[in-house]
């Protein structure tokens, strides 16, 4: 079929497999021009076909010729109808790490259940005996509580005070201005019960109460903080409600660790454009600005370019740099005060009618097409492309 990108609102609901490809083969070239990572040869990535997950494995693979299992939630493709992107992303991560002579298998289905990690701890154990490396990149706005059975929602909303500021509609490039009601009710817990730290411990005992965790086994979860800007709507919101308690998160397991000589650790990243941020009012706005500041400054990164930073030049340091609040990070580049100032004075100044020149919109755009498959040069368009791609490794 003949695959044109169809977006609604901040998602494209359709994926190209080779511009899905390419936009893999890209990160793979990133990792080898740089060179090999000392880190885990057995590696469990929760999260793993998009965004910061797609990229960790991508770097454990080709950066240390790691073993490894991903675990996802995305639409396989239907005929006539498109996979997810992140189908067709593993689809071709496996592809690729097959012929490389490695190990990559992955399974499709809600991490948050039971059955998911007891399908995941089996593979472990039948294929690979131990995991050293386990990386948490889920990003999702509902989970249904394996216990209880209840259905949370995620709320991306301001504590205490309404927040009226500037965003973004950056297909059409408009800039208004636009109020989120505070949240109310349930809103932070719920919040917390999908983007906390509860799935990711539930996993780390799964696997340990299997014997199937190393010694010296390391754990990371991804975080954000962003800056003063966007804080009522992120850090200090529903959604960091969440992240603080991932972050504390990382302790408890920590403690579980200790017989191991194994750690938990939680990664602050940089705002990048995936399918997770466009949907956070204000941040889209943020970032286009963010991105011209710190290309203009030769130090933007995208996912791939952060987590090699991340595994070679933190994770596996035998000194770990952390902050005050133990947590690695790696948007130290994107919080740096010259990049904060010139992004704070371009905020005030910013107009539908001069983002597309103090802004980096065009490249804001870009990514997120990139992010479904499309805008990639080397891809023929409108030639017909095979839309039932399997993935190889599936289990
Ligand atoms: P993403 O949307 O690209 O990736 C989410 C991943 O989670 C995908 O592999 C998806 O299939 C998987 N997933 C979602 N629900 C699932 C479920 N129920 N079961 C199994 N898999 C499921 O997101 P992104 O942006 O890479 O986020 C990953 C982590 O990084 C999140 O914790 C996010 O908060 C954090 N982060 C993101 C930043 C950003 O600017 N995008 C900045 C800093 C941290």
Redesign the pocket.
């Known amino acids: 079929m003949i695959i044109e990108p169809r977006t609604r609102g901040f998602i494209c609901v359709t994926a190209h497999p080779k511009g899905c490809a390419q936009n893999v083969l890209n990160q793979i070239a990133y990792v080898k021009s740089k060179g090999p990572v000392e880190s885990a040869k057995n590696v469990l990535v ?10 960790s494995r991508i770097t454990s693979a080709f950066g240390s010729n790691a073993a490894t299992i ?5 639409k396989p493709p239907m005929p006539g109808k498109t996979a ?1 992107s ?1 189908w067709y992303n593993t689809a071709a991560f496996e592809k690729e790490a097959h012929a490389a002579g490695l190990y990559a298998k992955s399974i499709n ?5 039971t059955d ?1 990690k007891e399908k995941t701890a089996a593979l472990i154990k039948q294929d690979l005996g131990k995991i050293d490396l386990v990386v ?5 706005p ?2 249904t509580h394996p216990v209880s059975g209840i259905r949370y929602k995620s709320t991306l909303k301001p504590i205490g005070d309404a927040y009226t500021n500037k965003t973004v509609d950056f297909h059409t490039g408009e800039i208004k201005e636009i109020t989120i009601q505070p949240a109310a009710g349930d809103d932070i817990d719920n919040t917390v019960a999908v ?1 906390g730290g509860e799935d990711w411990e539930m996993w780390i005992n799964t696997l340990k109460e299997n014997d199937l965790l190393s010694s010296n086994f390391k754990t990371v ?4 903080i962003g800056p003063k800007l966007t804080e009522p709507v992120y850090r200090k919101g529903t ?1 960091g409600r969440a ?1 603080d308690h ?1 972050e504390k998160t990382a302790f408890t397991i920590s403690d579980t660790l200790k017989d191991l000589n194994g750690k938990a650790y939680v990664s ?10 466009s949907a956070i009012p204000v ?1 889209p706005l943020y ?1 286009s600005l963010l991105y011209k500041v710190m290309k203009e400054k030769g130090v933007h990164e995208g ?1 791939i370019e952060q987590i090699y930073r991340l595994f070679s030049e933190r994770l596996y340091l035998d000194d770990i740099p952390t902050d005050t609040e133990k947590r690695i990070r790696i ?1 130290d580049w994107e919080m740096r005060d010259d990049v904060q100032e010139k992004v704070a004075a371009l905020w005030k100044e910013a107009t539908t009618e001069n983002l597309s020149e103090i802004g980096d919109l065009e490249g804001y755009r870009t990514d997120f097409f990139n ?1 479904f498959g499309f805008n990639f040069e080397e891809v023929d368009y409108k030639a017909e492309a095979d839309e039932m791609i399997e993935i190889p490794g599936l289990v």
């Open positions: 929760i999260g793993a076909s998009t965004g910061f997950g797609m990229a991903g675990v996802f939630f995305e997810s992140g289905g809600d991490a948050f259940s998911i948490y990149s889920l990003a999702s509902v989970r983007m979860a991804y975080s954000y959604i992240k991932l602050v990243n940089k705002a990048l454009v995936t399918q997770s941020s941040i970032i996912c948007d992010l």
